[in-house]
């Protein structure tokens, strides 16, 4: 999210459904970089539809009997749980409620029992599976005020690596961390306006992180003690958020403000994006019984009046069929 400033068998909502009033919804799918091709994928259904204010942090949670999808309202305080074969209204979602903002999450194992990491305002902490504190892992002091932690990662080692955005305008005074599961916090990046979209490549060896304020994708080695070095730009000139790897070794990012997710080769180019009917796209993750759904956040904050009549569907979550893959998520390991 961004500054003010700047498996079939779950049930959807057909985007040319009476359920809605889009009869002829044009969600299309523009080709680009010459004859380079991409992954077909199907056209955008509702998974939710619950007009979540801010909507972000999608994981697929394998664990247990019911698996789901997982995702958070950052300004209401609310992490659902959404297993794939519910209601699209998200009437029969488990919800957890922490103190907002909760600026992003994951899965964790927590003392060899399953529960989350989450970033806060100005700290992690790691709950059990309903939610219930369990102790607080690091606290983040900030360099100014006006600043919050915003995106949130597990890294392929199972450290919790968590950016800062400025709530106030895009002066880049956020940063990228690195937090253990003893609580040790490093600084890995400072010079950050907007932290977003975090990845790694499929062998762990590059890190791929996201400063929107800029509209910027960078990469970097990233060796086994966490370090980033030798950064460069992976992609610019779109207001980048979530972001995620196929197994293919290619990308899709949402865009916020800008309606789309887009695909990237392995090299940073776009090889096609696809229309949405939101325009504030915070979050992408694949899930799904083969990890071929690739679901989509979006936020009705920062919407106009004409903008949210436009895009009433606004503030939910959509599922792309795919012919790709994606990976299972890497669990924060945290003593109890």
Known sequence: MISPYAAHSTIFYSLTSPLNNFLFLDIAVQQCCGDQVGNAVGDPEVFRSTGAILGESLIW?????HPAMLWCDITAGLIHRSPLCMSADGSADDTITLPPPVASFSVAEIGGRPGFIVSLADRIVVTDSSGHLIRTVAEIHHSRLGLRLNEGKVD???R?????????????????????????VRLLRGGIGVANGLEWSLDGRR??????SVGTIYTGAYSANGDITDVNVFTRGAPHDGLTIDTDGNFWGALYGGGKVVHYNSNGAEVFAIDIPALNLTSVAFGGADLSMLYVASARENLTQAQLEAY???????AIQTDTQGRQPTPFFSRG
């Open 61 to 65: 949670d394998a664990r247990g009997d």
């Open 207 to 212: 890190i791929f992180f996201t400063d929107t």
């Open 312 to 318: 009433p569907l606004s503030g939910s979550v959509f």
């Open 160 to 184: 919790w690596i968590t950016g800062s955005m400025n709530l106030f305008n895009d002066d880049p005074v956020g940063a990228f961390y690195s937090v253990s599961g003893e609580g040790d």
């Open 156 to 158: 392929p080692a199972g």
